[in-house]
């Protein structure tokens, strides 16, 4: 079958993921019929350049990057959130066409709190404080009735700590506690790497599992390059001993910096046999539209 009128998303490769074929509706990732749920990680509206089927999915989550807890100046503000995605195109306007667009899929928006590198790393200058603001910033960021997204969730992806594993699950458990019995959200997702995989987010998890309902392991910050498809299937392997497999995505970065640790191409070898063989429920990529300008960054 020949490829014809193939959208690239953001690069040559990419469009072995987002890919629309004429007349077989759309190739997803071309792992298509193994996928139920795809996440993508993004800051500005490239979603809506995306064509989904509800043939190879049955979900589809925005995840935003990111709320912040820091200020413009970079100062930590101990749990008051805001948003650094490019509020210019994330719009409650963009997300209700995606959804108009694709109403045969389930369309989730997902804030994610955190950080990626080392720039503003969690770090509370008074727990309880911390707690209190950020359930207060955060809520009144989803529920605000002038930008209402409709989140359904919250994700927690911090690359970088600057706390003791005691009270980053005190502040980030007892947050997604608050947000879940309040009713702010319906969903709660954690998304580990590598550095912070011993004594922050498995201890996390085990504190508040049961209003956990995804765990998004981010591969892309991996210590040491993987190499090989065998690698990055042993390894997820491995993350089932602390996560359950029916919780646990397999994540990635399509972004050009993260390839040197996860090439393109082993992660969609093996994430072809997460998917089939060891039934993950899902995946994540983090990518935006490469060819626009990027917003402002703290």
Known sequence: MAWTQVKYIRAPWAGQFLAQHPNCNSIYWSL??????????????????????AKFLKEYQIALTFASDYDDEGAPTNGVFRPTWDLSKVTPESIARFKDKNP??????????????????????????????????????????????????????????????GDFIECVGQLIRNLKEKGVVSEASISPSFALNEEYYPLLYSAVSFFVDWVDYQFQSELKPVFDPTTLVKRYNELTKLYPRRKL??????????????????????????????????????????????????
């Open 249 to 298: 995505f397999a994540g990635y970065s399509a972004e050009n910096e993260d390839w040197a640790t996860l090439s393109p191409i082993v992660f969609f070898l093996g994430g072809m046999d997460i998917l089939k063989k060891r039934k993950a429920p899902g995946v994540s990529i983090h990518y935006h539209n490469y060819y626009a300008d990027a917003p402002n960054k703290d």
């Open 104 to 165: 045969n899929v389930d369309i989730k928006v997902f804030i994610s709190i955190g950080n990626r590198g080392t720039q503003h790393p969690f770090k509370p200058l008074n727990n309880k404080t911390w707690i209190d603001n950020a359930t207060e910033s955060l809520t009144h960021l989803i529920k605000n009735e002038d930008y209402n997204l409709h989140v359904d969730g919250i994700d927690v992806l911090y690359e970088h700590i600057d706390a003791s594993p």
């Open 32 to 53: 298509g019929t193994m996928l139920s749920i795809f996440r993508q990680y993004t800051f500005d509206d490239s979603f809506s350049q995306v064509f989904v089927s």
